[in-house]
C-alpha cells in the first residue's frame, strides 16, 4: 500500500519532537514523521537542540506552544524528573524521563519508554529473559532502563561496569522492581567477566564502545571466551554489526543489535502521543535508511 502523502502543515498540525544536545544525529525525525505519512495523520516530529541549561525554559516552550509531547535524548532524560507534573512508576523507578505526554490542559506526564521497548525487541528477537541469567555491560542511563527491565520480570540480573560503585549504586536502585534475585553488581574486569559469562544466558551491552566512529572498540576482552550458548544485544545501532556482535557470532552465539529497541520505544510514545498503534515495520524501515543516509 502506497502512503498518502502528508498533509500540508497548517495550524491544524499536531506536534511532538525530540529534546537532546546535540541533537542532529537522531533518527527519531525521520522515525516518526514516516509514521505519520503512512497512516495519514495530520502530524509533524521536530528535532529541537536544547542547551543542558535550558530545560526548564524548553519544557515550558513546548508547553506554550500546544506540543501534544516530546521525547527527550542524552543528556536530558534526567533534568525533566523533577519538571514534569507526574511520573510513571516506570519512569520513576528507572531514574529517567524520554517521553512526555502533554494534555490539554497542559499537564505533563513523564514515561519511561525504553524499558518496554527493550523487552519488546528482546522477545521479538526470540530470547525470553523470565528466570534467566542476564550479565548487563554499563551502568548509564541506559542500563537502568534494561536492568529495570529484566528484574522486573524475574531475571537474574549481573551489573558489570568499570566504575564498580555505579553498578553497586544502579543495583541498589532497581532492587525493588525485582520480582525474583535483586540484581548484583561488580567491576568491569577479565576475572568478573569470565565468572558471569559461565552462567550468563544473556548479554546485554549498555556501553558505547563499538558506536561509530569507534567501531573497533569492544567491552569484551579477546582473551576472555564470549559463552556460546549465551543470546548477546549489542544497544548499538550503528554500525549495525559491531565488533562485540562478530565476537558472539565467532562463538557461536546468536546476536542483535539494538536497532528494534530503538523503533520499540518510539512506538510505545507514537501510540502515547496518537492514540494509535504504531506501524512498525514503517518505522523501521525509515531508521535503516536514515543510518544509511538515505
Not at 190 to 198: K, S
Amino acid at each position: 500500500m502506497i502512503p498518502a502523502p502528508r498533509p500540508p502543515l497548517s495550524g491544524r498540525t499536531r506536534l511532538v519532537g525530540v529534546i537532546g544536545w546535540p541533537i542532529a544525529h537522531s533518527v527519531s525525525p525521520p522515525m516518526h514523521n514516516a509514521a505519520f505519512e503512512a497512516l495519514g495523520l495530520d502530524w509533524c516530529y521536530v528535532p529541537f537542540p536544547v542547551d543542558p541549561g535550558r530545560v526548564p525554559a524548553a519544557l515550558a516552550g513546548v508547553r506554550a506552544l500546544g506540543l501534544r509531547g516530546i521525547n527527550a535524548t542524552v543528556p536530558h532524560k534526567q533534568a525533566l524528573l523533577p519538571l514534569v507534573d507526574v511520573l510513571t512508576p516506570a519512569a520513576r523507578a528507572i531514574g529517567a524521563v524520554n517521553t512526555v505526554v502533554i494534555e490539554e490542559d497542559g499537564a505533563t506526564l513523564g514515561h519511561n519508554t525504553d524499558a518496554a521497548g527493550f523487552l519488546r525487541s528482546l522477545r521479538e528477537a526470540g530470547f525470553r529473559p523470565e528466570g534467566a541469567s542476564a550479565l548487563v555491560l554499563g551502568a548509564g542511563g541506559a542500563a537502568r532502563a534494561v536492568v529495570y527491565a529484566l528484574a522486573a520480570v524475574g531475571a537474574r540480573v549481573t551489573v558489570l561496569n568499570r566504575t564498580p560503585a555505579r553498578a553497586a549504586s544502579l543495583a541498589a536502585d532497581m532492587a525493588g522492581a525485582a520480582t525474583g534475585d535483586p540484581p548484583r553488581a561488580g567491576g568491569l574486569t577479565r576475572e568478573a567477566l569470565a565468572a558471569a559469562a559461565q552462567e550468563a544466558a544473556l548479554v546485554v551491552n549498555t556501553t558505547s564502545l563499538g558506536m561509530w566512529p569507534a567501531v573497533e572498540t569492544t567491552p569484551w576482552p579477546d582473551e576472555v571466551p564470549f559463552p556460546r550458548g549465551a543470546f548477546l544485544y549489542d544497544l548499538v545501532y550503528n554500525p549495525r554489526r559491531t565488533r562485540l556482535m562478530a565476537q558472539a557470532h565467532a562463538a557461536g552465539a546468536r546476536a542483535v543489535d539494538g536497532l528494534r529497541m530503538l523503533v520499540h520505544q518510539g512506538a510505545e510514545a507514537f501510540t502515547l502521543w496518537t492514540g494509535v498503534e504504531a506501524p512498525v515495520e514503517v518505522m523501521t524501515r525509515a531508521c535503516e535508511r536514515a543510518l544509511q543516509g538515505g
